[in-house]
């Protein structure tokens, strides 16, 4: 982004948070303000994977069948451990055939595609639920948290704590005070009654 739009988009939020800063929404204006003002880290990734695919549309190949179909059984075994043969037998070619086509077509190897996609997923997970990192980095299969948090940060540049933090979709769950703070427990009991 150029310094002038980001000057633009940052008066544009302070008028946000001016006008619903005080209403009853003013957590939602919290909660969604890193979604509906975009950042510009995660809006400048979507543009270079836009502006590579539409520049190297013309000079990339259109994906074979068997490159076809071992994208889609990534993405339907993404939880699973990788496994370079299950997906050569799944692609119905050998492992090294479908490395270099697979790399032809999308610049990366099968499991370098498979760890971004886990990413991605995981980045979906922190957005949108409570889950502990531990239970998101397992969903998106990576289940051991210190590869979950490693790869993450390669891929990303920041840990999945600071990234829920800054990109969560939700507002902070309310928490129950207990029942002493119930209306029908305070109240005083007749006696005789249970």
């Known amino acids: 982004m ?5 000057d633009q988009l940052g008066r544009a939020e302070e008028r946000a948070h001016a006008l619903l800063g005080s209403t009853p929404q003013a957590d939602l ?5 890193d979604v509906l ?3 510009p880290l995660r809006q400048g990734a ?7 695919a539409a520049a190297g549309s013309a000079h990339r190949p259109v994906p074979s069948g068997m490159v076809e179909r071992a994208r889609r059984w990534l993405v339907q075994h993404l939880a699973d451990p990788y496994d370079a043969h299950a997906l050569a037998q799944a692609a119905a070619t050998s492992a ?18 498979l760890e971004r996609l886990r990413v991605e997923h ?3 997970l922190l957005q949108t639920t409570y889950l502990p990192v531990e239970e998101v980095g397992r969903a998106s299969g990576l289940p051991s948290p210190g590869t979950f948090r490693r790869v993450f940060l390669k891929h990303t540049g920041e840990r999945p704590a600071d ?3 800054r990109y969560r979709l939700r507002t902070q769950r309310p928490r129950w005070a207990g ?12 006696a005789g009654r249970l």
Do not use: D, K, N, W
């Open 163 to 165: 990234y829920r933090q």
């Open 96 to 113: 090294r055939t479908l490395a270099r086509h697979f790399g032809a077509t999308h610049g990366m190897s099968p499991h370098q595609y």
């Open 46 to 52: 979507a543009v270079a994977h836009a502006r590579s």
């Open 37 to 39: 003002i975009p950042a």
């Open 122 to 124: 995981a980045c979906v």
């Open 29 to 33: 204006a919290s909660a969604a303000r």
């Open 179 to 190: 029942p002493a703070a119930t209306p029908s427990a305070a109240a005083p009991r007749r």
């Open 2 to 6: 150029r310094p002038r739009e980001v």
